[in-house]
């Protein structure tokens, strides 16, 4: 099982802040094809310009490969001052 975490206007677009997915993809680009296949305008966002992901809270950069109870996180772009 992976558990997924949204944050901020993904959570907004999603409708859900946490969810599992079971069984667990053995890569990102595997629940991204999951969560594709469930709703394409969180996928749609997830795939956007400034968006993160976190897998076990260390930010990843492209591909990753997922452990079984893995923690992924979807972070929007930051803005501050």
Do not use: H, N, Y
Request: glycine fraction near 10%; charge should be positive; aromatic fraction near 4%.
């Amino acid at each position: 099982m992976a558990r997924v975490l949204l944050f901020g206007r993904l959570r907004d677009i999603a409708g859900w802040r946490e969810r599992s997915f079971d069984p667990a993809p053995d890569r990102l680009s595997a629940l991204k094809a999951m969560i594709r296949r469930a709703d394409a305008a969180l996928a749609d966002a997830l795939d956007g310009p400034g968006v993160q992901a976190a897998v076990d809270k260390v930010l990843v950069r492209g591909d990753a490969i997922l452990t079984p109870g893995a923690e992924v996180a979807f972070l929007p772009p930051m803005s501050g001052g």
